[in-house]
Structure formats: structure tokens, C-alpha cells
């Protein structure tokens, strides 16, 4: 049982540049999570998924378009990558998205991309 | 605005000591409270998650309190450990419709030996 696992851990890339980051999870989630974390700010949710074939915007989607390929998969990709997209990603899953749900949130560990 | 926000920003303690860590939260209308811990590097782990209706957690040496009328919680941490050193994030959910969790900047603990 892998839990959530992240593709790459580690990229740089230059600007302009596209990239697809990769996320998948082995505990049957309905929901998963793409998110991103800077020096000094908590984590922006940038897209979740709340169930295999849905997918909505978070509170910093532009520049960044997902896809749930599967139950258990859920890639992020930034079609013209800018430096201001540099950040550490994070993609997490959990039972359900329901409003107020106690359902706990399993997170990858992480993806750490550079944009020169 | 829903917010939370998480003080002291960083803490250094000595090992074996305990330590309190405060979140404040203006979350409307309020689901539950969670707490994370993040180590170096890694993702972050759930500690904890508290309803309205419960005023203390315990997951070994992590206790969470929680007044929903203060809008008010704390994360104490007992007996600390060099491994005890990472950020702790306090998270809010909120009843409505898709993901509705605000994050909290979080609390940087450093325990030295």
C-alpha cells in the first residue's frame, strides 16, 4: 500500500516549457487534490476532482489545466510553464469532498518544480 | 472572510519540554478542524480532526483543543522530541458545496537536544 505517490520529485524547467506532473493513489479515493505551497503562504488548492470524471476549480487554477484519468489517477499540467508557477506541488486524496466532511486527506510528497 | 491564522509563526524548545501552538480561525459555517503535521521536505500528515461537538483530541503526545465559540484551537505537544521538529498546520473546513478547507500558514517548531 503506496499510499499517494508523485511523478517527478524533482524538474526544472524553462519558461514557455509545458510539463505534465503525475499523481496516483491506492486506497480506492473518490477525491483527489492538486495543490501548491510557497515560502510563507499555507497550501492553494489549484483543481480537485470529487469523483472519477469530474473535475473543478480551486482557488488558483490559472495557467494549469488537470485530468482524472482514472479513479485512482489524477495528473496537473502547465501548458507554458512561468517563473511565478516555481513552487513545491502536492496532490492528496480522501474518501470524499463532501462539504464538511471528516474524511481524512492523505497527501504525495511532493514535487518540487523550478521555472527558470 | 474565511481565514485562519496560526501563531507563533516559529517556536525553538528544548527536548523533553511541552509546547502550545494557537489557531484562530473566521470560518463560516464551521464543519470541522484538522491539524497537520509537515516534516522537511515531505508531505503533510494529519494529526488530528475535531467537530463541532468535540472539545479535545489526543493522538499520543498531541492533544488538540478546540472552542467553537471563541472560534479558538490549540495543539499541545507533551514531552517533545528531536522528531517533533516540523511545520504544524491548522486546517478548517467548512459546510458548502466541493472542498472547502482553508489552510492556516503554519507554526514552525524546532526542538533542539
Known amino acids: 500500500n503506496a499510499g499517494v505517490t508523485q511523478t517527478p520529485k524533482f524538474q526544472v524547467l524553462k519558461t514557455g516549457q509545458s510539463m505534465t506532473l503525475q499523481c496516483a493513489q491506492d486506497?480506492?479515493?473518490?477525491?483527489m487534490y492538486w495543490y501548491r505551497q510557497d515560502p510563507g503562504m499555507g497550501l492553494r488548492l489549484i483543481y480537485y476532482?470529487?469523483?472519477?470524471?469530474?473535475?473543478d476549480k480551486g482557488e488558483v487554477p490559472n495557467g494549469y489545466n488537470v485530468s482524472r484519468l482514472n479513479k485512482r489517477e489524477f495528473s496537473l499540467r502547465l501548458e507554458s510553464a512561468a517563473p511565478s508557477q516555481t513552487s513545491v506541488y502536492f496532490c492528496?486524496?480522501?474518501?470524499?469532498?463532501?462539504?464538511?466532511?471528516?474524511?481524512?486527506?492523505?497527501f504525495g510528497p511532493g514535487t518540487r518544480l523550478t521555472v527558470l | 472572510k474565511n481565514q485562519v491564522e496560526q501563531s507563533p509563526q516559529s517556536l525553538i524548545i528544548l527536548e523533553g519540554k511541552n509546547c502550545t501552538l494557537q489557531?484562530?480561525?473566521?470560518?463560516?459555517?464551521?464543519?470541522?478542524l484538522r491539524w497537520y503535521k509537515q516534516d522537511t521536505g515531505r508531505g503533510p500528515v494529519s494529526l488530528t480532526i475535531?467537530?463541532?461537538?468535540?472539545n479535545t483530541k489526543s493522538n499520543g503526545r498531541y492533544t488538540a483543543t478546540l472552542d467553537a465559540d471563541t472560534k479558538q484551537s490549540s495543539l499541545h505537544i507533551t514531552a517533545s522530541q528531536l522528531s517533533d521538529s516540523a511545520s504544524y498546520i491548522c486546517?478548517?473546513?467548512?459546510?458548502?458545496?466541493?472542498?472547502?478547507?482553508?489552510f492556516g500558514k503554519g507554526t514552525t517548531l524546532s526542538v533542539s537536544s
Open positions: 492528496a486524496s480522501s474518501g470524499s469532498i463532501a462539504g464538511g466532511s471528516t474524511d481524512t486527506q492523505y
Open positions: 486506497m480506492n479515493h473518490n477525491s
Open positions: 476532482s470529487a469523483s472519477e470524471g469530474t473535475t
Open positions: 489557531c484562530n480561525y473566521t470560518v463560516s459555517p464551521f464543519s470541522n
Open positions: 475535531m467537530t463541532f461537538s468535540e
Open positions: 486546517v478548517v473546513s467548512a459546510y458548502q458545496a466541493g472542498t472547502a478547507l482553508i
